[in-house]
């Protein structure tokens, strides 16, 4: 009877030890940290996700480069237009702008009759005898009233021509650039029938300051 309990407690003993061995290897698996690698990696069968890298800024538009070599020739594709040429002025005297420039008449008639067609500058009293004679007896008229200017302040200028059957009143003379040209009033419309043409005779005065260039004259 002593020797069955002693035989049955061994055994009872042999069997809590083989438990108790049991119980602390499981609870040894279940607590264990899970293993890594030598170099400090993920656990086997699991992949690591990296960080998103920051997008790299676009880089800046680069200008035009600028070609090696000499100078492209004018003309020559990619070159530069040449500069216009500057267009001419109307005022290339430099004076004032167009415009009347006399201050008065020495002479002036209008009436029907034939004569040259003139114009001239008359700076000394010599062009004046010049201008007159070419008009005959009427000369000797236009020089009498001529005969009081102070060439040294003032330049005449002598005009005569053709104006149809306009009768003119009066006449003014006006400069556009280096052009001169005789400018007429408003006046009557000429009668419907022309029996004589009419001449007009415009002696100018014009001070010097204003005509120290060589002019030219308006056509007819």
């Known amino acids: 009877m002593s020797l069955r309990r002693a035989v049955s407690a061994s055994l009872l003993a042999a069997l809590l030890t083989s438990l108790s061995a049991a119980c602390g290897q499981q609870h040894t698996a279940a607590g264990?940290?899970?293993s890594t690698s030598a170099g400090g990696g993920s656990p086997s069968g699991t992949t690591a996700s990296s960080a998103p890298s920051a997008p790299s800024p676009p880089s800046a538009p680069s200008g035009p480069s600028t070609p090696s070599g000499p100078t492209a020739a004018?003309?020559?594709?990619?070159?530069?237009?040449?500069?216009?040429?500057?267009?001419?002025?109307?005022?290339?005297?430099?004076?004032?702008?167009?415009?009347?420039?006399?201050?008065?008449?020495?002479?002036?008639?209008?009436?029907?009759?034939?004569?040259?067609?003139l114009h001239a500058v008359l700076r000394d009293r010599a062009d004046l005898d010049a201008f007159a004679a070419r008009f005959g007896r009427r000369g000797q008229d236009i020089r009498a009233a001529a005969a009081g200017t102070d060439f040294s302040r003032?330049?005449?200028?002598?005009?005569?021509?053709?104006?149809?059957?306009?009768?003119w009143p009066s006449a003014s003379l006006v400069r556009y650039?280096?052009?001169?040209?005789?400018?007429?009033?408003?006046?009557a419309e000429p009668p419907p029938e022309c029996l004589a043409a009419f001449q007009v005779v415009a002696v100018f005065e014009v001070p010097k300051d204003r005509i120290t260039w060589q002019p030219r004259f308006a056509g007819k």
């Open 32 to 34: 264990a940290p899970p």
């Open 74 to 117: 004018p003309g020559s594709p990619g070159s530069a237009p040449p500069a216009s040429p500057r267009a001419p002025s109307s005022q290339d005297d430099g004076r004032s702008p167009a415009g009347r420039i006399d201050t008065g008449l020495a002479y002036f008639a209008s009436a029907p009759g034939a004569g040259p067609d």
């Open 154 to 167: 003032t330049t005449l200028v002598g005009w005569s021509r053709t104006t149809g059957c306009d009768h």
């Open 177 to 187: 650039g280096r052009t001169l040209a005789m400018r007429v009033p408003p006046h």
